[in-house]
C-alpha cells in the first residue's frame, strides 16, 4: 500500500510487536538504578536554545549542525539533542541541588539530532540516562560506571568494552589547548573549515571531527593524558583503583574527548564492535563546571547516557533474551447476544483482578473466533452459547495442552478460573524459579 505521508528520514515506528523489548531494556535499566539510588525525573521535549549552547558547547557539532531549532513568536527554542542539560536545568530551577547531596535521577526520553541517517544513528533516538551531582571523589565515577556495566550485564551483552580517559580540569586543559594549537597551526592547510574556526576556541573539538581528513591530522597530536595537572591525575588513579577492585576490565584510552563541551577529568565510553560503526552504546563522564555555568553554585557532577537503539542491536545480535510479552489470559468464544453480554460481563470482572480478558468484538463465527484466539495467543479460552447459557456450565480450555475443565458460570468462575491460572503458571516456571518464590 503507498501512504501519502510517510515518516521523517531517520524515524523510526515501535510497533506493538516489538514493544516488549523496549520495556526489558527499561525495566533492568530502571531496576538497576534505582538499587543504586537513583528516581526518575522527566523533563520537557525542548527548551531555549540558549540552554544547549551555553552547556552543549557552540563549537560542538551537536550545536553546529546537528540541532533542531524553530522559533516561536520570540523564543528560539531547540528539541533536546540529549538529556544532560536539560536534567540540570531542572535540578538548579526546582532546587534539588538544595536538598541532601548527591542528588541521583535518571531517565528515559527521545532526543533529537540532524545527523546523517545509518544503522544505529537516528534523527530521534532514544537514551536512558542518569546524572549524579554533588560528589567530586572518584569513588563516584566508580560508582556510575559500575551502574552502566551492570545494566550492560544485566542485559545479557556481551563483549563490550569500556574505555576511560582523562581530559582534566581548566588548569591543565588550558596548557593542552596550547599544544594542540601549535601541533594543528603547523597542519592547518589540511583541515576543514569548521576545524579551522575550532583552531582559534576549542582545538580539542577538532579531535572529535567526523571528517576523514582531519581525522588523519588528529592522529598524531598530543593526548591529554600527558598534560594533567596533580589533582586530575591522582583522581584518574583512583579511578582506575576502583575499577580494578570492583573487578571491572577497561581500557585507557587518551583520544576519547566525547562531542560535548561540559566534560571534565573523567570520560567513558562502552563500545562493541558488532553493530558497525556506531558502536558506541553508553558515554559519560564528569562535568564539574557545568553546575555553575549554568548560574548555580559550584557542585560537581557526573553521569552517563545509553542508546537504546544500538542496546536493541546488539541484544537482537547477541540473541539476549527479552521479557515475554504478556499475552491474552482468557478468551471467551460466544454464539449470540445472549452469551456476548454474559462474556462481557465476565470479562470486566476479570480485568478488575489484573487478568487480560477478550471476547469477538468483530461479529465472527465460532471457527474464525477460534482461529482469532490462537492468533493472538490466548492461553485459556471459553466457548459460551445457548447451551451453556442453560446448563450454567462451561469447559475452561488450556490452549496449550488442550486439555479442559469444566466450571460453572457462576460467581465461582473467577475462583476456578484463578486456580488453573496459576497452577499453569507454577508448571512453566523452572525448577531454580520456583525456588526463588519460597
Ligand atoms: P552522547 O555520547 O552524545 O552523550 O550520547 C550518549 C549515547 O546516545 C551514545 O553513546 C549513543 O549510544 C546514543 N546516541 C547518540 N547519538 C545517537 C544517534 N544519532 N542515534 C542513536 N543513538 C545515539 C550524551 O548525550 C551525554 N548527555 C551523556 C551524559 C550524561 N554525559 C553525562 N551525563
Not at 222 to 234: A, F, G, K, N
Not at 334 to 351: Q, W
Request: proline share 3%.
Amino acid at each position: 500500500m503507498s501512504i501519502n505521508v510517510k515518516r521523517p528520514n531517520g524515524t523510526e515506528d515501535i510497533l506493538p510487536k516489538d514493544v516488549h523489548r523496549w520495556h526489558t531494556v527499561e525495566k533492568i535499566a530502571r531496576d538497576t538504578a534505582e538499587s543504586f539510588g537513583f528516581s526518575e525525573i522527566r523533563i520537557p521535549t525542548f527548551e531555549n536554545t540558549e540552554l544547549f549552547q551555553r552547556s552543549v558547547g557552540e563549537t560542538t557539532d551537536v550545536v553546529q549542525k546537528e540541532m533542531y531549532t524553530v522559533m516561536a513568536k520570540e523564543t528560539k527554542f531547540t528539541l533536546r539533542p540529549e538529556g544532560t542539560a536539560g536534567t540540570i536545568r531542572a535540578m538548579l530551577q526546582n532546587g534539588l541541588l538544595n536538598e541532601a547531596l548527591p542528588q541521583r535521577v535518571f531517565y528515559i526520553l527521545s532526543c533529537f539530532r540532524h545527523e546523517r541517517p545509518q544503522a544505529g544513528r537516528l534523527r530521534e533516538f532514544h537514551q536512558f540516562g542518569l546524572e549524579m551531582a554533588g560528589s567530586a571523589s572518584p569513588s563516584a565515577d566508580a560508582e556510575v560506571i559500575s551502574l552502566a556495566k551492570s545494566i550492560l550485564d544485566r542485559l545479557g551483552l556481551k563483549n563490550i568494552e569500556l574505555y576511560i580517559n582523562s581530559i582534566g580540569c581548566p588548569v591543565c586543559r588550558a596548557k593542552y589547548h596550547e599544544a594542540l594549537r601549535s601541533y594543528f597551526e603547523n597542519r592547518k592547510d589540511k583541515l576543514c573549515d569548521t576545524c579551522l574556526e575550532r583552531l582559534g576556541k576549542n582545538p580539542m573539538r577538532i579531535l572529535d571531527c567526523k571528517s576523514p581528513v582531519c581525522q588523519e591530522v588528529a592522529k598524531d597530536a598530543p593526548v591529554i593524558l600527558d598534560y594533567l595537572c596533580e589533582e586530575c591525575s591522582e583522581h584518574f588513579d583512583k579511578l582506575k583503583k576502583y575499577l580494578g577492585n570492583f573487578g571491572i576490565d577497561y581500557k585507557v584510552n587518551p583520544k576519547i574527548v566525547r562531542g560535548l563541551d561540559y566534560y571534565t577529568k573523567t570520560v567513558f565510553e562502552f563500545v562493541t564492535t558488532e553493530i558497525g560503526a556506531q558502536g558506541t552504546v553508553c558515554g559519560g563522564g564528569r562535568y564539574d563546571g557545568l553546575i555553575e555555568q549554568l548560574g548555580g553554585q559550584k557542585v560537581p557532577a557526573l553521569g552517563f547516557a545509553m542508546g537504546i537503539e544500538r542496546l536493541l542491536l546488539v541484544m537482537d545480535k547477541q540473541n539476549c533474551e527479552y521479557l515475554t510479552p504478556r499475552k491474552c489470559d482468557i478468551y471467551f468464544a460466544t454464539m449470540g447476544d445472549n452469551a456476548l453480554e454474559k462474556a462481557m460481563d465476565i470479562s470486566h470482572k476479570l480485568r478488575e483482578y489484573g487478568y487480560r480478558a477478550e471476547f469477538d468484538l468483530m461479529g465472527r463465527g465460532i471457527k474464525a473466533q477460534m482461529k482469532y484466539a490462537n492468533k493472538i495467543g490466548a492461553m485459556f479460552t471459553v466457548v459460551i452459547g445457548d447451551n451453556e447459557l442453560e446448563t450454567g456450565k462451561v469447559k475452561i480450555k488450556d490452549m496449550e495442552t488442550g486439555s479442559e475443565v469444566e466450571t460453572d458460570l457462576d460467581d465461582t468462575f473467577r475462583m476456578n478460573f484463578e486456580s488453573l491460572y496459576f497452577n499453569k503458571m507454577m508448571n512453566n516456571l523452572d525448577d531454580e524459579e520456583k525456588f526463588d518464590l519460597k
